[in-house]
Each structure stands twice: as C-alpha cells, then as structure tokens.
C-alpha cells in the first residue's frame, strides 16, 4: 500500500464530528468500504496483506486518544501492511445490537474471514468484551483483550456496579457471554491490574486454557492509554500476531513502564501506604535523576522534611 501512505497520513483530529465521521468513510472507501451498521455502530475496512487486525473502538476514544484521530489498526496498516476491519460504536454500547450480530453473520457466511492467514482481535474495556465475543467468527484467532468485561449480566456480575444502565441489555443472546466465545479461539490474552478489584473479577471469569492473563499490577484502570503512551500496545499486538507473546517476551516490552509517570506514580502510592520512607525517597530520587519530575520532586522534599534531614543539613552549614 506504498501509494496509500499519504492517504493513511491524512490527520482527522480537530474536524467536527460530521466531517470526521465522512472523511473517515471517504478514506475507507478509497481502500476497502465503509459499512453503517444502525444508528450506533458502522465498519470500516482497509485490505492489505494476508494479516487482518479486528479491533473495537468508540469514536470518542479514536478522537481522543490519536493525535491524528485516526483508527488505532491504521497504524499497523501503515507501520507491517496489515489489514484492518474496525467496529466503531457511538459510546459505549458493548457492541449489543441485533446490527452487530448480522454483520458478523455475514461476514462469516461469505467466507470473510477465511482468506486470511491470521486473525487477531483487539479491544479494551467494553470494547476488549466485543473483542472476545466476537472472536468466535474466526475459529482459530488470536485476542488480546485490555481489562475486558465477561457479561453484564446481573445475575453473573451483579458485584460490578460500574455500569448499572446496562443491566437490561440482554448479554444472553448472540455472542453473549465472551468467555465462552474464546473456546474456538487459538489463543487469548487477557490484560488486567490486579489492584483493581472489579477488572480483577471479571478476569477470573476468563480462565481457560487457552487463555493467558498479564498482571498488570500499579497501572491502574486505564491500561489502553498508558501502553499507548509507552508505545509498546502495537508491539504486543504483533508479537501477539507471530505467536510470540510469551510471559518472558511480554515482561520485556512492559519494562518500559519503568519510565511511565503513571505507572511510577501508582508504586509511590502503594509504597507510601505502606510506611516504607526510605524506599519512598529512593524512588523518588531515582525518577528525578532521569528528567523533570515536578510530583515526585515535591514528595522528596516532603519526605525529607517529614524525616527531618532538612533541619539536620542546615545545621551542619
């Protein structure tokens, strides 16, 4: 797709949503369709190489969270040459739409799927539940799934009470409950913080042997974003893609958290909890020697004077 290359360059941000919205067909349609799906759903598709990504995203996380408002599998169109079929929901709708469904359905009856040698769905949040329910259209795919959801079924998660409005929505039709969407995938992987009780449960729910889980312990509930920021989501995706997303493989490319003011931010929390001061100000220290650090610079100085090391210093002056 070399002759495409300035097309998928084309930044989308700041337009209004109308015009976002139609530009986005227009690109999709210049290399591959543009399909509504309903009032809240549509597809778009982009065709390259024999590798297809299916991600599940929301228009309000494209536009905030590329800087060209762009779908995030046109980086991968643009970086490796992969095919890319996005979902796109206007908010969170857990993809539950009798529109959804038949879209899969066909895709499925017209062999869609099929012509390509590797499948790999992605989402996070209601979108990595999307993800994983509806993995189950391409026996043999891979998923990676960022703090997904199983159900939001009352009578299977009534504990989760983050998404009270849902609960009427039926979760026990087509596609209905992920985990069990996964038994025909090849593999899944499930991204989660344990410290975060609720993403936690619902991870549990996704034990099977096909499925491995990535403690993401002290990143917190917006996974999605900070791996963005690190730059490493699109690497995961691909050694994902390649079969190569082992617990040592992954451990290496999560070790760019260690500059990750979140992630670092989240440590300093669990080690001041925990009365550990010494070990507080030797974070602390360490961060600051890597660049500005206005956060943990104040914390150091509050340390410090809570220790009494300031009084000391000045004395010996």
């Given at each position: 797709?070399?002759d495409a290359d300035n097309t998928f360059d084309t930044p989308l941000a700041n337009l209004p949503k109308g015009e976002w919205l139609k530009k986005l067909a227009q690109i999709s349609e210049e290399h591959g369709f543009f399909q509504p799906l309903g009032k809240r759903h549509f597809a778009t598709f982009v065709e390259d190489e024999p590798t297809l990504l299916v991600t599940f995203e929301t228009i309000q996380g494209i536009r905030s969270l590329s800087e060209t408002a762009q779908p995030l599998g046109w980086e991968m169109v643009k970086g490796v040459g992969w095919s890319h079929l996005c979902i796109v929901s206007d908010g969170d709708t857990?993809?539950?739409?009798?529109?959804?469904?038949?879209?899969?359905?066909?895709?499925?009856?017209?062999?869609?799927?099929?012509?390509?040698?590797?499948?790999?769905?992605?989402?996070?949040?209601?979108?990595?539940?999307?993800?994983?329910?509806?993995?189950?259209?391409?026996?043999?795919?891979?998923?990676?799934?960022?703090?997904?959801?199983?159900?939001?079924?009352?009578?299977?998660?009534?504990?989760?009470?983050?998404?009270?409005?849902?609960?009427?929505?039926?979760?026990?039709?087509?596609?209905?409950?992920?985990?069990?969407?996964?038994?025909?995938?090849?593999?899944?992987?499930?991204?989660?913080?344990?410290?975060?009780?609720?993403?936690?449960?619902?991870?549990?729910?996704?034990?099977?042997?096909?499925?491995?889980?990535?403690?993401?312990?002290?990143?917190?509930?917006?996974?999605?974003?900070?791996?963005?920021?690190?730059?490493?989501?699109?690497?995961?995706?691909?050694?994902?893609?390649?079969?190569?997303?082992?617990?040592?493989?992954?451990?290496?490319?999560?070790?760019?958290?260690?500059?990750?003011?979140?992630?670092?931010?989240?440590?300093?929390?669990?080690?001041?909890?925990?009365?550990?001061?010494?070990?507080?100000?030797?974070?602390?220290?360490?961060?600051?020697?890597?660049?500005?650090?206005?956060?943990?610079?104040?914390?150091?100085?509050?340390?410090?004077?809570?220790?009494?090391?300031?009084?000391?210093?000045?004395?010996?002056?």
């Amino acid at each position: 797709m070399q002759d495409a290359d300035n097309t998928f360059d084309t930044p989308l941000a700041n337009l209004p949503k109308g015009e976002w919205l139609k530009k986005l067909a227009q690109i999709s349609e210049e290399h591959g369709f543009f399909q509504p799906l309903g009032k809240r759903h549509f597809a778009t598709f982009v065709e390259d190489e024999p590798t297809l990504l299916v991600t599940f995203e929301t228009i309000q996380g494209i536009r905030s969270l590329s800087e060209t408002a762009q779908p995030l599998g046109w980086e991968m169109v643009k970086g490796v040459g992969w095919s890319h079929l996005c979902i796109v929901s206007d908010g969170d709708t857990w993809f539950r739409d009798s529109r959804v469904y038949g879209y899969f359905d066909r895709l499925i009856d017209d062999g869609f799927f099929d012509a390509y040698e590797n499948v790999i769905f992605y989402g996070a949040g209601p979108c990595a539940y999307a993800a994983a329910a509806f993995s189950v259209a391409a026996p043999g795919a891979t998923v990676v799934a960022i703090q997904p959801q199983a159900t939001l079924d009352p009578r299977v998660t009534e504990w989760d009470d983050r998404f009270t409005k849902m609960r009427r929505t039926d979760f026990n039709n087509r596609y209905g409950y992920a985990p069990d969407m996964l038994d025909a995938a090849d593999h899944a992987y499930v991204l989660y913080d344990p410290a975060a009780t609720l993403d936690a449960m619902h991870a549990a729910l996704f034990t099977r042997p096909n499925v491995t889980k990535f403690r993401l312990r002290n990143m917190g509930t917006s996974i999605q974003t900070e791996l963005l920021e690190m730059q490493v989501l699109l690497r995961i995706l691909a050694k994902a893609s390649a079969g190569k997303l082992t617990t040592t493989g992954f451990a290496k490319i999560f070790r760019a958290r260690r500059d990750n003011r979140n992630y670092l931010r989240n440590v300093l929390a669990q080690v001041d909890v925990r009365g550990r001061t010494k070990l507080a100000t030797m974070l602390c220290e360490a961060v600051i020697k890597r660049g500005k650090a206005p956060y943990f610079a104040r914390r150091l100085l509050q340390l410090k004077s809570e220790s009494g090391e300031d009084d000391v210093q000045q004395s010996n002056q």
